[in-house]
C-alpha cells in the first residue's frame, strides 16, 4: 500500500501579484457611462410597447365599429360614438383624439350608412396620433399615427 501525502494549503498557495494602481472609482465611471443607454433601450421597449398594445386597441376598434356600421337601422353618428367610447374605455384616449372615417363602396349611399343597401361594402377605419397617448415626450416618435381599418359587407 502505497501512502500519498498531500500538499497543505501553504505549499499550494501562491502569491497573487499586488495591485498598483487602485480601482476605487472605475464602477462609478462604468455606471456613469452605462445606465443612460440602459434607461434610454428601457423607456424604448416600454413605449413601443405602450405602441402595439393601443395599436391592437385601435384594431380593436375598428373591426368593432365596422360590426355596429354593417347592421341595418346604423347611422354614422352612432358607429362614431360606438368607436369613440371604445377607445375612451378601453385605451383611455380622449374622444377629441380619435378619428374615426366611414365610407361605403356604393356612390348612391353617398358615405351615410341609413343609405346603405344590402352588400354594400363598409369601410371603418379609425386613426390616433401617437403624440396623444405616449408616455414620453412628443418628440420621441414625432408624427406617428396609429390607425386601422376594417372592412364588411352591409347587411
Known sequence: MRCTARPTTASVRRDLPSRSVPRSG???VEMAMVLPIFVVLL???VEFGRAIMVGQMVTNA????????ILD?????AVDTFVKDFLQTSANVSRSDVTVNI??????????LSLATSRDLVTVA???PFTRVSYLPPSFLGAASLSAASAMRHE
Open 62 to 69: 375598428a373591426r368593432e365599429g365596422c360590426r355596429q356600421a
Open 73 to 77: 337601422g346604423s347611422t354614422n353618428t
Open 103 to 112: 365610407s361605403i363602396a356604393n356612390p348612391v349611399a353617398a358615405g351615410q
Open 26 to 28: 472605475a464602477a462609478l
Open 43 to 45: 423607456l424604448g421597449l
Open 126 to 128: 379609425v386613426s390616433i
